[in-house]
């Protein structure tokens, strides 16, 4: 079996720590904020995927998945949901 095909077929799960998450939400959040005041979840997911380290070994199917989900967690902990507006009250 050649290096390439062993290379091709070896892909190791391996996690970023929980201080790299956080650096990734803080860098993804800066990006945002500096371009505009309001973004949309999919925004939020393409900013945490540039912030992913170069390093990191994980299947590319798992990492959509996990930033996906990671973009979720962020969006419910820190973010306000802007898109709907409330009911008008009626006017007398």
């Given amino acids: 079996m050649s290096l390439v095909a ?6 190791v799960s391996v996690g970023p720590d929980q201080a790299t998450v956080t650096g990734m ?3 993804a959040i800066e990006a ?3 371009r505009q ?7 939020l997911v393409r900013e945490l995927a540039s912030a992913v380290p170069t390093d990191a070994g994980v ?5 959509t998945v996990w930033l996906d ?4 967690a962020v969006i419910g902990e ?3 949901d802007m898109s709907t507006r409330p009911a008008r009250r009626p006017t007398a």
């Fill in 6 to 11: 062993t290379a091709i077929g070896r892909v």
């Fill in 25 to 27: 939400v803080e860098r």
């Fill in 32 to 34: 945002l904020s500096e």
């Fill in 37 to 43: 005041s309001t973004w949309r979840p999919a925004e």
């Fill in 59 to 63: 299947d590319p199917d798992q990492l």
């Fill in 69 to 72: 989900d990671l973009a979720d």
């Fill in 78 to 80: 820190r973010m306000v």
